[in-house]
């Protein structure tokens, strides 16, 4: 079981939908990400919010919007996506947002499918 | 941009034989975390290393940083099936809090 808890496990969703992916800890971590992991690929990283503010954005098609309303809550509203864009989306959690910043803890992943 | 590989992509072992999986990177490395992710799973964090020469221990699994800094390995003896899995390396260098994998190295133990 994990700590950090992400919703829906499984997203199938056309080109023209609008959608979002939801992330949440109560672990009391300040720092929260987004990964993208295609099959048999290491996970990519998208986005880390530190303190509830955007600190990295990996060059990231605005198709895909983070959002972080509170410090608990992580989300990903996702439109306009592409086929390509099919994928295991991670949310992450760590204790500290900078220097070592000690172990991420991973949800288990939505993993969507964009037809 | 800085890519760490791993070696081998993939390696098949049968149960009780040992496994080895090496971090490279053409440049020094910050801290090295290793993670080992299971079929359909997400990413476990296993340890975490910080010194140069730094060695640490869980039961079967041995860590090693290289003195350089610039390489990690992960060594498991006698394998069992529940080793199944991708382990990546993830380093941590640069601006802070991005976390970048390796390549991963998959592992297939059979009996």
């Known amino acids: 079981d994990t700590e950090v808890t992400q919703t829906p496990k499984h997203l199938v969703m056309g080109m023209t939908n609008k959608k979002s992916l939801k992330c949440e800890q109560h672990?009391?971590?300040?720092?929260m990400y987004w990964y993208k992991q295609k099959a048999k690929k290491p996970p990519e990283l998208m986005f880390v919010?530190?303190?509830?503010?955007?600190?990295i954005n990996e060059s990231v098609p605005s198709r895909f919007s983070p959002e972080c309303p509170n410090s608990s809550l992580l989300n990903l509203h996702l439109h306009a996506l592409q086929p390509e864009d099919s994928a295991l989306y991670l949310c992450?959690?760590?204790?500290?947002?900078?220097?070592?910043?000690?172990?991420?803890?991973f949800g288990e992943g939505s993993r969507l499918t964009v037809l | 941009g800085q890519q760490v590989m791993q070696i081998p992509q993939y390696q098949h072992v049968q149960e009780g034989e040992d496994f080895t999986t090496y971090c490279n990177s053409s440049?020094?490395?910050?801290?090295i975390q290793w993670y080992k992710q299971r079929p359909g799973g997400h990413p476990v964090f296993l340890i975490q290393l910080v010194k140069s020469g730094e060695v640490k221990k869980q039961k079967r699994l041995t860590f090693q940083f290289g003195e350089a800094k610039k390489n990690s390995s992960l060594h498991i003896t006698a394998t069992q099936t529940t080793d199944v899995g991708t382990y990546f390396c993830?380093?941590?260098?640069?601006?802070?809090?991005?976390?970048?994998f390796g390549t991963g190295t998959r592992l297939q133990v059979t009996l």
């Open positions: 919010y530190s303190y509830e503010k955007l600190s």
């Open positions: 992450a959690s760590s204790p500290r947002t900078s220097g070592i910043i000690g172990e991420l803890f």
């Open positions: 672990m009391g971590h300040r720092a």
């Open positions: 440049t020094t490395l910050s801290n």
């Open positions: 993830a380093d941590l260098t640069g601006t802070a809090s991005k976390l970048t």
